[in-house]
């Protein structure tokens, strides 16, 4: 079963639309923590934001923010303003208490933020 | 911050020839290195987990034989694809974990290295 589910393919919005972008996750350990990364088309993966499970407040960092629903397993990504430069694929990604070294990540969201 | 690099950024071989892919902590030690491979347009799949002078663990599926990985220094881990075909052309992508940290560090990830198989 996949572990990280993102739902949205693909998704276009014009410049400062406001975007969320989801993830829906699995799994049966009560200890685990989910990231966010983004990844432009030059390919390396940018390090956005890790949450343990412990932690369910929303977290905002400009115009970046994070909603953490443990209720339905989801972690969504949410940018405010878009701008053209946040065009990318954004990956969500879990790791788990067994093994915190294996990530299990998301097939990908491909955001293209038009002028 | 945290800087992982990886070497070559691109390389074109011929089918039956080996690869070698190196991966660099730059600025930090890495007692742990981690290389994922990614298809076009999907996404990243955990081949293997590197330890410094040990052998690596390989996810199943993943053939030990053909993709060597050697974590031969605290900076340095290198993927070696042997006897490459075309099915091995991919995007392969490392990432690194401080030494002396704990298991939940972030992972850096490296810019990544296009292989394409002739």
């Known amino acids: 079963a996949q572990k990280v589910t993102q739902a949205q393919t693909e998704i276009s919005v014009v410049e400062k639309e406001d975007v969320t972008l989801d993830c829906v996750y699995e799994t049966r350990d009560t200890t685990y923590y989910l990231f966010w990364y983004k990844q432009p088309p030059s390919g390396e993966l940018v390090f956005l934001i890790r949450?343990?499970?412990?932690?369910?407040q929303n977290e905002i960092s400009g115009r970046y923010s994070w909603n953490f629903q443990k209720s339905t397993s989801s972690f969504n990504f949410t940018i405010t303003a878009s701008q053209v430069v946040d065009s990318a694929v954004y990956f969500c990604a879990l790791s788990e208490r067994n093994n915190f070294n294996k990530f299990y990540f998301g097939s990908g969201t491909k955001l293209n933020v038009k002028p | 911050g945290a800087v992982v690099s990886q070497h070559p950024s691109w390389v074109i071989c011929k089918s039956g020839t080996s690869v070698k892919i190196e991966c660099r902590s730059l600025d930090f030690q890495a007692t742990t290195m981690f290389w994922y491979r990614q298809f076009p347009k999907q996404s990243l799949m955990l081949m293997a987990t590197s330890n410094e002078g040990s052998k690596a663990t390989y996810e199943q599926g993943v053939e030990k034989d053909k993709f060597l990985i050697n974590h031969a220094s605290l900076t340095l881990s290198t993927l070696t694809v042997t006897s490459a075909h075309p099915e091995d052309s991919s995007f392969y992508i490392c990432?690194?974990?401080?030494?002396?940290?704990?298991?939940?560090?972030?992972?850096?990830f490296g810019p990544g290295t296009r292989l394409t198989v002739l």
């Open positions: 990432s690194a974990q401080r030494a002396g940290g704990i298991s939940t560090d972030t992972q850096y």
């Open positions: 949450r343990n499970s412990f932690d369910e």
